[in-house]
């Protein structure tokens, strides 16, 4: 049951606050250590009653959320293989059966977006990861490697593939971080395919749906649009059409 965080509600409050200082400093550690690591001691007897109550409404807070993360992943799952099915030449080719974890996949693809500055993303994920697949994911010494990200992060790639300027790969991991708590935002990085600037404008080569997706929201990024790109407008170009 260990995590990071809880949630103490002001009902909660409600529930304790006649206590002494003494007793509401021994119940709220025996709380954060509950929520947080799983203990049980409670050893104050007159504080038995009041601990049980919150205790099992951490447990079934924690469950929804469990059930309520569950379903999510489940949908995010279903979305990524529709999302990759959809976009045909840009799916991941390579990890139909071996990606069990969609989030790792995304932190990868970021690392050779905006640490490697390397566009399409997919071809250099793709070169990395059946490299190593075919290796059965041992390093050069034999070893398995069980940090894939780290893995991708001491990837050596080749200058010629380096296609970003570090100012274009600076402005769109500002568009990316303005966006990136949308549902799809890992379009960004997955379905972009060219990014250029072309006096003012700004043109983006990409999947439709990373089009639809960044249009849908161009009102939070027409700032850094501007400043940063140092664009008045943006010109699409999917599938060799304009936009």
């Known amino acids: 049951m260990k995590r990071d965080s809880f949630i103490f509600y002001a009902s909660d409050y409600q529930s304790i606050k006649d206590m002494t200082d003494a007793q509401l400093g021994t119940f709220f550690r025996a709380i954060c250590e509950f929520a947080l690591y799983g203990s049980t001691k409670m050893e ?3 504080l038995k009653f009041a601990f049980n109550l919150l205790t099992d409404k951490i447990k079934r807070d ?3 959320y469990d059930e309520v993360s569950k379903k999510r992943s489940e949908a995010g799952k279903k979305a990524w293989k529709k999302q990759m099915q959809a976009n045909g030449g840009d799916s991941v080719s390579v990890s139909d059966n071996v990606c069990d974890n969609e989030s790792e ?4 693809k970021k690392i050779f977006l905006f640490d490697k500055r390397v566009l399409p993303v997919k071809n ?8 190593y697949l075919k290796n059965n994911w041992l390093d050069g ?3 398995p490697i069980t940090d ?3 893995c991708a992060r001491n990837w050596s790639v080749p200058k010629a593939k380096i296609t970003l300027l570090e100012y274009q790969v600076s402005a769109w991991r500002e568009i990316y971080d303005q966006l990136a708590q949308e549902s799809d935002s890992y379009l960004l990085v997955t379905d972009l395919l ?3 600037v072309d006096g003012v404008t700004l043109k983006i080569s990409c999947t439709s749906a990373m089009r639809d997706f960044l249009e849908k929201h161009i009102d939070n990024v027409k700032d850094i649009v501007s400043s940063v790109f140092r ?6 170009i999917v599938n060799n059409l304009k936009y």
């Open 105 to 108: 996949i995304i932190e990868i």
């Open 231 to 236: 664009c008045e407008k943006i010109l699409y």
């Open 124 to 131: 250099e994920f793709d070169r990395f990861w059946n490299h």
């Open 148 to 150: 894939k990200i780290a």
């Open 62 to 64: 924690q469950a929804k």
């Open 44 to 46: 104050d007897k007159e």
């Open 194 to 196: 060219k990014v250029e």
């Open 141 to 143: 010494n034999g070893t």
